[in-house]
């Protein structure tokens, strides 16, 4: 494989962020109980062998910061390479909420221009999925294109993702907002260096823009074609989104797929004891991750670390995430309990399917 490295931005907001983006940006947003949004894209780059990844930092970068520390579990604590946290800039004025706004890769400038290599790969990190971005690389060195970008035909209406306009071999334009069939583009694509470099230089003027904005009228010029993805795929972009995508994953196929052998999603690694089950307990089709205590009963439900059901209670069709504590009697039932709360004895905490639930983080 040539010379790579990467880039994964992080400095963006989402239309529709909810109260669990708070106080977090959408890239550290918990996942599956023990993984955050951010793990999937920074993996998919290291088991490809990029051993030099950037990462554009929104303001609020604390639980990012916390979450990859040095690179370490992704094996890019090194002295050749490694991890870079790079500052973003304010927001711009785009209104599609730019991914790869201009403005924090023109501030981030030098870290193209120190580099050897021949090709960028570049990835935000609200989309879910497990790829070998060899397969990027490699179609791309073949095909002569400028830029290759990641797509798939949309599996249904999302007015946060970007289109594609294809004609032919060859992408004509961007539109935001797709239906299904439409090709969307997975926020991931790759290009030369040497070009990012020129089209830093092209569209300085226009630097509030996103990079696929200000090339609106130069798809003619820059040859851009799409790679298709045919694997599982989530897009994360508001509430529900976000729980369906928890929810996928208690499908033993869709949990196969996303995580096949041999290209596993590094995460944080936790000194956790295993979760335990207590007697009397029942637990049926969830997700329990380590440290849990489980004494009541949890079904269809994603437990993050350290949580505890006590006697009596129940979580059914939830999403639990760490620290939380659910008290004897308490009924918690299609709903979101973000960190740290405690459900009091007792008590219901209850949505519906079609409108969740969402418990904002606690303070314990």
Known sequence: ?????????????????????????????????????????????????????????????????????????WSLDRKNGGLFFLPGSAFGTSRAGARFLLRDLIANKVYFER????????SAANFVYNFDMAQLIDTHCSSGADITVLARPSAGTDEDIVGLKIDGERVAGIYQGVSYGDTEFLDCFVVSRSLVLDMLDWYAANDYLD?????SGDFGRVDVRPLFFEGYVRPV???????A???DLLDPAVAAELFPEGREIKTKAHDTSPAKYEAGSRVGNSLVSAGCRIFGQVTDSVLGRNVIVESGATVRNS????????KSGARVENAIIDRNNLI?????????????????????
Request: with cysteine; net charge positive; charged share 15%.
């Open 1 to 73: 494989m040539p010379n790579v490295i990467g880039l994964i931005t992080c400095n963006y907001s989402i239309k529709h962020p909810g109260v669990l983006c708070a106080s977090r940006p959408a890239a550290s947003l918990p996942y599956l109980g023990r993984y955050r949004l951010v793990d999937f894209p920074l993996s998919n780059m290291v088991n490809c062998g990029i051993r030099t990844i950037g990462m554009v930092m929104p303001f609020n970068y604390r639980s990012i910061i916390d979450h990859v520390g040095s690179g370490k579990e």
């Open 115 to 122: 580099s050897s290599s021949d090709y960028v790969v570049f």
């Open 211 to 215: 990079l696929f904005e200000a090339m």
């Open 237 to 243: 972009f508001n509430l529900k989104s976000y729980f």
């Open 245 to 247: 995508g928890n929810m």
């Open 319 to 326: 999403i639990v995430l760490q620290g939380c504590i659910i």
């Open 344 to 364: 009091p004895a007792g008590t219901e905490f209850r949505g519906t399917p079609e409108e969740v639930l969402v418990k904002e983080k606690g303070s314990n």
